[in-house]
């Protein structure tokens, strides 16, 4: 029913399905979503994108004159076991959580589901 309604306005409806991130560059800030589910509205006025559900993050800024944070060997080895993934899927959990082992391991356990 919904699609018809739609059809009539000259609106249709795509499912892109999950995506890994969207990042939302802003003046001020950037906005990052983990797993959100991407959906395409293509209407007379163009392509609309809604993203939905996921989980919203903003990334860690770079204190001057302090180096980024850096995941040690041993983090990361554990994330990675944790959460069944490889190193590297690890230490960028790792990473943008700002070194949160909990959240880096849930974080990485709910994309794969």
Known sequence: MQERMLSSLG?????????????????????????????????????????????????????LGKPAYEPSPEDIALVAAQAGVEPDEARRALIESGGDLARAIMSLRTQKT
């Open 11 to 63: 609106v249709s409806m795509e499912e892109l399905g999950l995506a890994k991130e969207v990042t939302i560059e802003l003046q001020d800030r950037t906005i990052k979503i983990s797993g959100p589910a991407v959906v395409a509205i293509n209407s007379q006025a163009g392509r609309i994108y809604q993203i939905v559900g996921g989980e919203e993050f903003e990334p860690q800024k770079e204190e």
